[in-house]
């Protein structure tokens, strides 16, 4: 209720009643009332004079969502994706709308009202995250909605996670990344667990093979440049530092237990990725 009561509140003046949709005990009312009221608030939304209560519009969309969804009513999620497209060149605006989203789906693992779109909903969610360029919220906003989704989906999503993984270790070991963006990730990473396991001959094995395939080559170059260059020297050196944390981060995401862990590994990687460690590690310190 007391959302009811900062939904009103909050859109004063903006000529949308939102209480009226959230309260009214017959769901046809609520349906017929709800997409007109959401294209109101979207064109408030955009509007550069409603700024500072943007964030508030937004969430009274995430309400009116809530309430479509629990109705039976997926047709919110077909809406506020045509919008994201629309606001596609703001990050600020595309993180509101997607914080919106998020709040609809509160209750999805109840309701599925979402099931027969699940989907298509998740390639669009995909799609955004790979246009981000630089909005360290914005990644937390729509990686946050596709984390909740593959808890309620985890069979559909099954069918991304290489896609969503790469991306964001893409980010983890971009050169000079932000402690923020390094933590988020490898929190992010972690919630990934059940698709690390449940996937670890088809994709863990090999994304750890290239970490530390990837992280030798570097080395390699970094012998074979002769240069004491600092830069040089320390361009190689954030580069393989940032593999073998990425390397790392994977490792614990199987299992809290690093014993746990290396029981869910083949010996014959494990030896491999160690030598090539200790190869390279050894060679460091005669630099």
């Known amino acids: 209720m007391s959302e009811q009561m900062d939904a009103s509140n909050n859109n004063e003046g903006v000529g949308v009643d939102v209480t009226a949709i959230l309260v009214h005990p017959n769901s046809h009312p609520i349906m017929k009332l709800a997409e007109p009221a959401l294209n ?35 047709k919110f999620a077909e809406w506020i994706f045509e919008y994201l ?4 060149k703001s990050d600020v605006q595309r993180q509101l709308l997607i914080n919106a989203f998020r709040h609809s789906i509160q209750n999805e693992d109840e309701m599925l009202c979402l099931t027969n779109s699940i989907q298509q909903i998740n390639e669009q ?83 750890l093979d290239n970490f530390i395939e990837d992280a030798d080559n570097y080395a390699q170059q970094f012998e074979l440049h002769g240069n004491d260059d600092d830069d040089d020297i ?46 390279y590690n050894n060679y460091n310190e005669t630099r």
Request: contains cysteine; negative net charge.
């Open 125 to 207: 969610l995909k799609k955004i995250l790979e246009s981000i360029v630089h909005a360290p919220l914005m990644i937390a906003a729509i990686t946050d909605t596709i984390i909740d989704l593959s808890r309620i989906y985890p069979q559909i999503f099954q069918d991304i996670f290489v896609d969503i993984v790469d991306i964001l270790i893409g980010w983890y070991i971009e050169p000079l990344p932000t402690d923020r963006i390094l933590e988020y990730i490898s929190q992010a990473l972690h919630k990934f667990r059940p698709f690390w396991v449940e996937q670890i001959e088809a994709t863990t094995l090999t994304l």
């Open 40 to 74: 109101v608030l979207f064109e408030q939304f955009q509007e550069r004079s409603h700024e500072t209560i943007r964030p508030e519009l937004a969430h009274c969309v995430g309400l009116i969502g809530y309430v479509m969804l629990n109705e039976g009513e997926p």
């Open 85 to 88: 497209n629309e606001v596609r």
């Open 234 to 279: 320390g361009a190689f050196t954030d580069k393989i530092a940032a593999l073998y944390r990425a390397c790392t981060t994977v490792l614990r995401a199987l299992s809290d237990n690093f014993s746990s862990t290396l029981n869910l590994l083949p010996i014959d990687h494990v030896d491999n990725w160690l030598q090539n460690i200790f190869t």
